[in-house]
């Protein structure tokens, strides 16, 4: 009986110490927050924000919600703020007392032009109807129709119908082809005629020149003997 009541009392007295070591054990542990703290710590920092902060909050999420557009706004445009400066390169204006002077008609300044000499006429009187062989006819207009020099004629001819003129002259000179081209180039732009060359099929050298009714034309044609041949005409009209 002493022994059963000794074992009794051991393990009232272990029970005892179990019990003690759970409530320490219990009150050593923090204590969690409960649902209801957190609702009112969030309660209490919606309360602390500005009351104007709310409401601007509230109406732009108002107007995000019924626009459906949630692009964030763009910052204002500041550029007509922005003040003109001087460029570096040019910091003042530049000031002189010259002045440009315009002539008095500028018009009248840039369309001036050299006058020329008035055309001179090529005949100024009618000559006789001739012809003539190895020699110019009597009143050959040599004026209209020169020749160059060591040139030996052949034939000449003059016709006269009314106030026009036909000439026409045959010859050969012992100049180049290119001389007398140059000859009858210098006396045509001497009477202010308009000229142009060209060449023909069988190798002659042709120059048309003219001015109103009169016209001249001078073929050349170099011979197997070294000379040119010349064949001149022209249609002149008489002016007083």
Known sequence: MKFKSLIAVILSFAAILFAVALTLDWMGRPEAPSAAGQQS?????????PSEDVESTTESSAKQ??????????????SAEVKATRPSWNPQPTQTDERLELPEDPEKTASAMPSAEPRKPALTKVPKSATAEGKLTKGFPK??????????IERSSVEAQSSMVMV?????????VEDVLAFYEAHFKDLQWPASTSADADGSTRLQAGFGQDTATVTLHQLPTGLTEI???????VED
């Open 41 to 49: 710590n969030n309660a209490a920092e919606g309360a602390a924000l």
């Open 168 to 176: 026409g002259v045959q010859g050969r000179s012992k100049q180049s």
């Open 231 to 237: 064949n001149a005409a022209g249609v002149f009209k």
């Open 143 to 152: 004026g209209a129709m020169p020749l160059p020099s060591s040139t030996t």
């Open 65 to 78: 919600s019924a626009s459906g557009d949630t692009k964030p706004s763009r910052p204002e445009d500041t």
